[in-house]
């Protein structure tokens, strides 16, 4: 026992990270896959979204050294990168693709980032200007550099991601594929985990591919309702991503996420149900380091405040009234997820203005624009962002949704005759896919 530990004292780097089947370790803190096929940016980006990753957001300059290396070793001239810009010469609009907000780190060349040749960001790999970033048309197509969460080495575990172990229904012995939510969850703890929580939309991706090829179209997610309109995570994790489906329509009080083999771009969707009936489901189990190694660095505990947030609904809009304005009327950059309104909503009588938005998301996804309730005098129009109509709705309409081609949409509202003609306005929900 003693000599054991003492080996692991020896080499405390000997475990060191672990990564996904296609992913080499960096640095021993980063897993990342260098790809040679030259793909279109989003293209790129549905690639990496396979591993549960998107393209590299560099942070630092030791990293931006290795993807160069990477890249160069590769014989790439340039690269995308997971960096994604909204406006020229400002590095404060630039987000890293993994969600962990605008960058700090920045190795642009001079007079970039410009946003008129796009707001993809690739990096140059060769000669003087080797490791320096430079804005691109996103529609280019190059080689690419993915990144996915280190994760813990379990030799136990064939689906591992990001310290967790992933295991479908079919794939546990001697349980039936589908089943109730109660039942899905006792075997979950009888296999040392529980029902799937989702906590971030490269999760949802992972998940979402696990199941690619598979005939299944909805899995049990292990959240319940606690009370009207709010769920919780059976294991209870924060509910710190919700991707609830803005139109559903369904009741009950447990959750579905929808599957790709729906043949529906914005498969992953998550929607009520009753949690009787029977459906496949995913147990997810946290992987533990080995004990000697954690001894050697001890595991910092976090304080968990089970936040529980409100579960979106389109009948129920919880605190709209004592606010005076929620619309985001005239915002030249609002980041999805999220919620925009007309102006004054939901006031019956409509103030009189003329607004305009650009909505947006992450550099990896399509922004989806999901009308919760929808009732106008004059079209609301919305446009890609270089301008093309996307559609032009008016009058009042059933929830709807308008899905972006690209991570901006542009939306313009003038409500100069809603109030006159009964019109209240509308609501909207923005959503990644
Ligand atoms: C960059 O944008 C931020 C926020 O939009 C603004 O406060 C800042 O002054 C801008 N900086 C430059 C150099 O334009
Ligand atoms: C569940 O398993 C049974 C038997 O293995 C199979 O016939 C059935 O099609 C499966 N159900 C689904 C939804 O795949
Ligand atoms: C769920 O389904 C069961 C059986 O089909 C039914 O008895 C029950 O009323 C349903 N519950 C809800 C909340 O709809
Ligand atoms: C939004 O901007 C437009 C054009 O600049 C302006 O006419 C309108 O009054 C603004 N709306 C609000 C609610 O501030």
Known sequence: MILVFLLFALFPHATGIACQRGLTAVNDQKCLMMNKMELKHLWAENSCAQYGGTLVPIKNAVDNRAVANMAASAGATNIWIGIFCFATGNTTTCYHDDGSGTISYNNFASGNPAVQNGGCVYMSVTGQSAGQWVSGNCEVSLPFVCESPTTVADPSCKLNYNGYCYLRSHEIPSTSNITTFTKAQAICQANGGFLLSLHSKPEIDYVRNIYKNTRYSSIFLGAQKFLPNTFDWDDESNWDYDYTDPLSKTKGDCLLMTLPSFKDQTAGLWSRTNCSFKYPFMCKRKILEPTAVRSLKPVQL?????????????????????????????????????????????????????????VATLGPYQLGVYFTDFSVSKSVYLYD?????????????????????????????????????????????????
């Not at 093309?388 to 929830?399: K, V």
């Not at 899905?403 to 006159?420: E, M, Q, R």
Request: aromatic fraction near 12%; charge should be neutral.
């Open 302 to 358: 976090k304080e968990t405040s089970i936040e529980k947030t409100v579960y979106h609904s389109q009948k129920n809009l919880p605190h709209r009234q004592e606010l005076v304005d929620f619309s985001n009327c005239n915002t030249t950059l609002y980041m999805a997820p999220g919620t925009i309104t007309s102006y004054g909503y939901p006031n019956i009588k409509p103030p009189v203005t003329y607004c305009t938005w650009t």
């Open 385 to 433: 962002e270089h301008g093309n109509q996307l559609g032009n709705p008016s009058g009042n309409q059933s929830p709807f949704r308008v899905l972006g081609p690209s991570n901006i949409v542009k939306i313009t509202h003038d409500s100069s005759y809603d109030a006159v003609y009964g019109y209240h306005g509308f609501s909207a929900t923005l959503l990644p896919f």
